[in-house]
Each structure stands twice: as C-alpha cells, then as structure tokens.
C-alpha cells in the first residue's frame, strides 16, 4: 500500500543533506510551509541554497532560516523588504550569495526543470543588467534571452489538502510557487492542513498529482491570526 | 497651475481602462486605480501571485492570510475570480495576454525604456518582482509617476540613467502634470493639467515635446 503520509516533519527531512538545494514554497506568508521550515532549522541543515520568491520576512519561515545563517546562496525575485532585515544584514556582510531572477523567468525556470526542459529562451529582462552576460536570441522581431532550468534537490510546500498518494488542493493564492517547484524537485515535501481518504478529492480539482509528491506532513490549521 | 494629487492621477488613468481588459497594477501608487474604476465597469485585474479578478480590500477581521495581492496585502476575489500557480500566472503576463501594466516608475525616456526596479546605488539591495515580464509582456505599458523628482528634475529623460527594466517598452505616460504617448517620432502630449501651457510643460520636461494634433 502506498502511503506518503509522515508522521512528522522531522522525519519527511531526515535525510536532506548539507549543501542541498531546497525549493520553498510561498509568495510572502501565503504558502510558506512554516512547520517544515522549522524542521530545516531543527535539523541543523547548512550550505543549503534556496529558492523562493522572498528572502524572508520578519523573523519566522525563511528568516528565520537566514538568521541562523543556514543559507549559503539564495535565487530569488524579491529579496528586500521593508521587513527582511535578516536577509539585507547577511546580503551587506557579504555572508550570503543573492541570484536575483526576474519573477517570470523564477517560475518557467522552476517549470522548465519539472519538465525536462534543457533551457528557454524569454524576452524577458532583454537588454537589462540581469541579462548580462548571457546568451541572447533575435527570433522573429524580438529579443530574447537563453534561461537554463533550475532543478532542486528537495522542494517543501503547503497544499490545504492530499490524500495518501500525494494528490494535493490548494488554497487561494497560497498555491503561488508549490505546483511548479513540486515537479522541479528529486524530493517533494508537502505539508498539510488536512488529509483524506483516497477518492475523497475531486480528481477534477486535484491541482498537483500524487506522482510529484513525495511525502506528505499533516500540519492542521497553521494560519495565523488575521493581521 | 494645478497639480494632479495621487487620487486624481488614478482617476485619469481609470478613464482610459476599458471595460473587459485584462489589468495588473503594480504595487504603490498604480494600486490606487482600482479604487477610480467606475461602479458597474467589468474590468479583470490580475495579481502576478496567482489571481485573477481582484476584489477590494476585505473588511477590518475579514483579512485571509492564503488571500494577498503581489504587494502581499489582503484582498479578496470576485465573483467570477479564478486562483493559478505562477507559471501560469507568468505566462499571462510574457504570453502577451493582459491588456494593460500599469507601473510606477523612477524614470522613463523618450524612446519609452522604463526604468523601476533599481536605483543601481552601492548600498541598495537589488529587487525586481515581477517588473521585467511586466515591462516586456503586457500589450500596453502605462507608468504612473510623478513628473519631477523632489529636486525638482524631470523623470522624462533622453536616456535613463537608472538600470532599465525594459527597453521601448513604455506606451503612455501618466504624471501629475500631463499624459504623454510614447511614439516612434517621440513624445506626443495627450493632455496639460489646467493652468499649464506647452510651453510651461516643456520647460520642464527634459526631451522634446510634440503638440498632438487634438490636444488643446
């Protein structure tokens, strides 16, 4: 019987290694699978390169994750906040490399991975100081530029719902990075608000198939007060 | 001469949205639009994070965490609205599919680069969002700004002096002081806040102008 349920987050992570590149699901606070994070922190997990949107915020998931200087190299879009002081201190100490993605090209980098796509080329960021250096294309009237897949090693996200074979709904924008960082990883983790029994999903709802998951951590309600 | 303030502003780009586009406003001042759009026009806005059809911000205790636009405050969704993940969402956005960007911006030149994401200084921690898919992607870029720094110097430039998020990319301009097109040719001025003559608008502004032909 397949089972891909865990009975902790501790033990979904038991064997991610130091120097593993990990996906993190999330776009802010929405997605961010904070229960797994913790584990990556308890685990003592360092030398990780990391890929997110955000580069933490204020002092839990991801920054806290920085904070214990965990993180070797982050690529991401959106790294400075008015509330990403941790990230900004390593970033100024020169204690963190920053590989700074256009938010569109983070995303089919991340799809392309998943779908063994050996590189694109965007028109995205053409001409601009984050295409420096890189190859360049003029198809039909436009420019574009050669973006290489970004493969991870593990990949942890929140979904609101799976059930045993790792089938897994969403909920509203916290869907954000998780489907496509789900199928870029060797390794998916999903925590979870609930599971259920196989065939209680609606297969014409199931956003993620259980063939990109591959442990899944019931969590319960993690959502915070409202703000 | 009478300056346009933040509201006004939105409100002159409002007037020329469409019912039925598709739109992404960017975070700050161009997010004020939403609120100018007349009651009763359909029009489809779409946040980089995985939604479209945008509702207004919820009710004080009605906030939902899992439920944010892409400058992370709480919105909600309309009848209607859909939820995707971010390549899709990206996809939207380069696939050439939304009507209208709408961004702020530090500076614009008249060929139309648009220049918003960096200040390029030592000590600024780059970030870029989705800025670039934007600049490239939408069918019309409109930037909202202001149109001199507190210095007092024009943000319409020959060529920007700021790293560029895109190149020619940029198709009308929206300050507190006029709306500009951006054309082959040149900047063409749309409209002059009242009290404000071309030539006053000129003076001003750091490139050539050229009178539009219907422009009073």
Redesign the interface.
């Known amino acids: 019987m397949i089972n891909k349920i865990l009975e902790s987050a501790e033990a979904a992570l038991a064997d991610l290694p130091d120097g593993a590149t990990v996906m993190i699901g999330g776009f802010g606070n929405a997605g961010m699978p904070a229960a797994l994070i913790e584990a990556l922190i308890a685990r003592g997990s360092r030398e990780l390169t990391i890929v997110n949107n955000n580069a933490g915020n204020g002092d839990t998931g991801l920054a806290a994750l920085m904070k214990a200087k965990r993180v070797r190299k982050i690529l991401c879009s959106f790294p400075r906040q008015a509330d990403s002081w941790h990230f900004d201190a390593l970033y100024r100490a020169g204690e963190i490399e920053l590989e700074l993605v256009p938010q569109g090209t983070l995303a089919e980098r991340i799809r392309a991975a998943g779908a063994g796509i050996g590189a694109f080329f965007t028109p995205t960021a053409f001409g601009t100081d984050l295409a420096k250096g890189k190859e360049t294309r003029r198809i039909g009237d436009r420019d574009y530029v050669l973006e290489y897949p970004i493969h991870a090693d593990y990949a942890l996200i929140k979904a609101d719902r799976a059930d045993r074979w790792g089938n897994l709904v969403y909920r509203k924008t916290a869907r954000n990075f998780a489907p496509i960082m789900a199928a870029a990883a060797r390794c998916t983790v999903a925590q979870v608000r609930e599971t259920v029994e196989l065939g209680a999903l609606d297969p014409e709802t199931v956003v993620t198939p259980g063939i990109f998951v591959k442990r899944i951590v019931r969590t319960g309600a993690t959502l915070r007060k409202a703000a | 001469m009478k300056k346009l303030d933040r509201n006004q502003m939105a409100a002159r780009v409002a007037r020329d949205i469409p019912e039925g586009s598709y739109v992404n406003l960017g975070i700050g001042l161009p997010t004020l639009v939403a609120d100018h759009l007349p009651r009763g026009r359909e029009v489809i806005l779409h ?5 479209l059809g945008v509702g207004p911000r919820p009710a004080a ?8 636009n892409a400058g ?1 405050e ?1 919105v909600t ?1 309309l009848a209607g609205g859909a ?5 899709d ?2 996809a939207m ?2 696939g050439r599919h939304l009507d209208f960007a709408i961004l702020g911006a530090f500076q614009v030149s008249a060929s139309g680069d648009l220049a918003n994401w ?1 200040t390029g200084g030592a ?11 934007l600049a ?2 939408a069918k019309k870029v409109l930037v909202m700004m202001e149109h001199l720094t507190k210095k007092g110097e024009s943000k319409i430039v020959e060529r920007c002096t700021y ?5 020619r990319c940029v198709n009308r301009i929206y300050t507190d002081l006029a709306v500009l097109d951006v054309k082959p040719d040149g900047l063409h001025v749309v409209d002059r806040v009242e009290g404000l003559s071309f030539e006053e608008l000129q003076r001003l502004t750091g490139v050539p102008l050229k009178k539009l032909a219907t422009a009073a």
């Open positions: 946040s980089e994070n995985g939604v205790g009605q906030e939902d965490e899992d439920l944010i992370k709480p969704l939820y995707f993940h971010h390549a969402s990206f956005i380069r960096h000590d600024a921690i780059p970030a870029v969002g989705g800025a670039m898919d490239v992607g790293p560029i998020t895109g190149a």
